[in-house]
């Protein structure tokens, strides 16, 4: 059942609905939980906060108690963004996960973070296996663990981008 037909739905389910269709895919792909899984809930707030306080232009836009998709991100201006993705220019769901995939840093885990407050932890492979199953997806980032990048994916746009520490991008070219 797709995201925007759930209005009749309650509030508690809408919001266990993408996280119960990423566990179907995971457990349907028989993805290892050492390779992606979510994120503590007790760990949450700290990602999430630590995203915002790294990345979000809080001085002139501040975070208040709005979800990740209630709170219209504005990102700092010294960031370094690179277009790496627009979904029009794929044919399939899958394609554009595999083009946002190639135009991320490696790593060695990554988290990622669902509009809708969900976190997850997972080497990128593992990662983009799931995304590309999941098409109700709204918006979501990939992050560095170290903080220093990460892909901001928005559905209204159709595009993802690559969002840097102006420091890192300067590292990664030497």
Not at 28 to 35: E, T
Not at 111 to 127: H, N, P, Q, R, T
Not at 131 to 155: C, G, H, M, N, Q
Request: contains cysteine; glycine residues 4%; aromatic residues 16%.
């Amino acid at each position: 059942m797709p995201y925007d037909d759930l209005k009749y739905i309650s509030e508690r389910k809408k919001h266990l609905f993408l996280r119960d269709e990423i566990e179907e895919v995971i457990k349907a792909k028989n993805i290892d939980r050492g390779k992606f899984h979510e994120y503590s809930k007790q760990g949450y707030t700290d990602i999430i906060s630590k995203f915002y306080f790294t990345f979000a232009d809080i001085k002139n836009y501040p975070v208040g108690r709005q979800t990740l998709e209630e709170y219209n991100m504005h990102f700092r201006e010294e960031l370094y963004c690179e277009h790496i993705a627009c979904s029009l220019n794929y044919e399939s769901h899958a394609g554009y996960i595999q083009a946002i995939k190639a135009g991320i840093p490696d790593e060695d885990k990554l988290f990622l973070i669902l509009s809708d407050g969900w976190v997850y932890e997972g080497e990128k492979d593992a990662m983009f296996d799931v995304l590309e199953e999941v098409y109700d997806i709204r918006d979501f980032y990939v992050i560095s663990p170290k903080f220093s990048w990460f892909t901001a994916v928005s559905k209204i746009e159709d595009s993802a981008c690559l969002y840097r520490q102006r420091s890192y991008k300067n590292e990664t070219a030497r």
